[in-house]
């Protein structure tokens, strides 16, 4: 028992420590995740809330700067670039970006469809080679002995099987 | 029991005759079953009040816009105006912008609201140096 409390102790310390937090694992934990404070207000693109709580741009640049001094200027003074600047300074997309919509679904449904092809090769398979034979009872002959049977034993004469057969001609109605 | 369904039925059915088309701002959402309901021009004049404060904040601006395009309407171009003068006070170009985008948004299918309320506000937009989006070419993805 202790032997297998060091096993484990060896375990935790060596094996597993290296798996949850190797060097590779945690730089990328750290490192490719842009931190979000979830405690403060955001920035969101969204139809029903025209003005976001705050711009997109944060930390502006010497010229974006001096562009949102010349905004507290007249308007009729800045070109239609500079104007176009500052709307995107603010807001990240558009209406009519936000509206867009993409090409995704098709490749879902051409996912989709491939796994459901994949998945019905592996269907037939399955019957071909692991299948046995089915029951003697399913053959021709072996259903044509029921039939007779049933027909002789008059199966449901009123509405059902036997009211089907005509007696006399000896054959189907 | 059956009072509470035949009151549901009938707040039901108010709301069916109440849902005329309209162009612009209709009545606020508010269905009471008693006292007087706000008219529409009560509506206009309560929120053209609210953008024309002279020293309304960014947040106020923001707020207020956010719940107007919340409404079941498109705000009347006297409200609009207000609004953009409220962003030329606050010095915010962008904003102005996005109202205008809001408002086309807004319309949904009725597409004749757009222009008309483009129209109404074109001396505004020429007087503050606001662009459309058609302008800035945003108005396509």
């Known amino acids: ?29 750290t490192h490719d995740v842009d931190v979000v404070d979830c405690s403060v207000p955001q920035y969101n693109n969204r139809l ?34 500079e104007k176009l600047a500052l709307y995107r300074l603010t807001h990240e997309l558009s209406y009519a970006e936000m509206r867009q919509g993409s090409k995704e679904w098709m490749t879902v449904l051409g ?7 994949f998945t019905g090769l592996l269907v037939w398979w399955q019957r071909v080679y692991v299948y046995g034979d ?3 009872t399913l053959s021709q002959e072996s259903v044509a002995q029921q039939t007779q049977r049933m027909i002789d034993m008059r199966v449901n004469p009123v509405h059902g099987f036997s009211n089907k057969w005509d007696y006399e001609k000896k054959q189907w109605k | 029991m059956f009072r509470a369904a035949l009151r549901l039925s009938v707040s039901g059915a108010r709301s069916l005759t109440r849902s005329r088309p ?4 209709s009545v606020a959402a508010r269905s009471y079953s008693h006292g ?26 923001r707020k207020g816009m956010n719940t107007l ?16 003068r409220a962003c030329r006070r606050l010095n915010d170009l962008a904003s102005a912008i996005r109202i205008l985008e809001a408002v086309k948004d807004k319309s949904g299918p009725h597409k004749e609201i757009y222009p008309y309320v483009l129209q109404e506000l074109q001396p505004t937009l020429n007087e503050l140096g606001i662009p459309t989006p058609e ?5 396509k993805a």
């Open chain 2, 135 to 139: 302008e800035l070419g945003i108005d």
């Open chain 1, 111 to 117: 996912g989709v469809f491939i796994f459901l092809g």
């Open chain 2, 22 to 25: 309209q162009y612009t701002a």
């Open chain 2, 36 to 61: 007087k309901q706000e008219t529409d021009e009560e509506f206009d004049a309560r929120w053209v009040t609210y953008f024309s404060k002279p020293d309304i904040d960014a947040w106020e601006l």
């Open chain 1, 1 to 29: 028992m202790l032997a297998s409390r060091a096993l484990v102790r060896g375990l935790q310390s060596g094996f597993w420590r290296r798996v949850s937090t190797s060097s590779a694992a945690w730089v990328a934990h």
């Open chain 1, 48 to 81: 029903d809330t025209p003005l976001p709580d705050v711009p997109f741009v944060r930390n502006l640049s010497v010229e974006q700067k001096k562009l949102k001094e010349n905004e507290k200027g007249s308007w009729t003074q800045l070109t239609k670039e």
């Open chain 1, 134 to 136: 089915v029951p003697h």
């Open chain 2, 69 to 84: 395009i919340g409404y079941d309407l498109v705000p009347e171009p006297k409200i609009l105006e207000a609004a953009l």
